[in-house]
């Protein structure tokens, strides 16, 4: 009984562990992924301007990264 | 021994786990490698020492590798050892254009179709294997970093000189 327990478990983590190695989207076939506009922030100085009106007028900081703030003079 | 179906479908599923998730190892599988107006098989080079190389234009380290790459060929050449690079883009204009901006002395093929890199169950890009005489993949390599290059060249020697 516990030996067929165990069989199961090493059969479930060998399968969660190698199951998905072999799925979705192959190394070489990321080309669109790739590319710049594929990317969470793709426009670097864009999102840090977006950054400094969040935190320097609405005082909202953090989930962007930024801290403090909402004086509106900075 | 009642239990001997369920033992060998645990082994069964471990080898194939095993199996799917590893680099791979042995005899290199004989792809084509088809450049730009003509096409070999890679068992065609065997008796020379052969550094494989699979990339894409869109790869950033990619653009690294080519002059380490080119390099290399040009210094052991003469011991009888060749670089091929694959190129994986499904768009060949784009493998074109980054062939002009990062010049390739060396061979290199091109697979849209990804097949070769599917027999060498490529697994990052770029991965890069080493040939030795007799056909067998030595070792196999993920990525490229300025810190890889003493390591792989060590490779090379190592099979240039065996």
């Keep these: 009984m516990t030996l067929k327990v165990l069989c199961l478990g090493i059969l479930s983590v060998s399968v969660t ?23 969470l922030e793709p426009y670097k ?11 320097s007028k609405e005082g ?12 509106g003079c900075n | 021994m009642k239990n001997r179906p369920l033992y060998l479908l645990l082994l069964v599923v471990l080898f194939l786990a095993l199996g799917l998730s590893r680099a791979y190892a042995g005899q290199a599988p004989d792809i084509m490698i088809n450049t730009d107006g003509q096409s070999l098989h890679l ?9 494989l190389d699979f990339w894409a234009s869109w790869c950033v380290p990619c653009r690294e590798s080519f002059p380490w790459m080119n390099e290399m060929e040009k210094k ?10 694959i190129n994986l883009d499904e768009d ?16 290199v093929g091109f697979d849209a179709s990804g097949r070769s890199a599917e027999l060498f169950r490529v697994q990052g890009m770029p991965s890069s294997y080493l040939i030795d005489r007799q056909g067998n993949v030595v ?21 240039i000189t065996r």
């Design chain 1, 45 to 55: 100085l864009d999102s840090f301007l977006d950054d400094h009106i969040y935190f």
């Design chain 2, 43 to 51: 068992s065609d080079l065997r008796g020379e020492v052969i550094y």
């Design chain 2, 76 to 85: 052991y050449a003469d011991k009888g050892f060749k670089v091929i690079a």
């Design chain 2, 92 to 107: 060949k204009s784009l493998a074109d254009a980054f062939l002009t901006r990062y010049s390739a002395s060396f061979k």
């Design chain 1, 60 to 71: 909202s900081s953090g989930g962007r990264g930024a801290g403090g703030g909402g004086c």
């Design chain 1, 17 to 39: 562990l190698a199951g998905c190695s072999s799925m979705g989207v192959k190394p070489w076939e990321r080309s669109h992924l790739a590319q710049n506009k594929m990317q």
């Design chain 2, 139 to 159: 070792s196999s390599h993920i990525g490229f970093r300025q810190k890889d290059m003493q390591q792989l060249e060590a490779g090379i020697k190592s099979l």
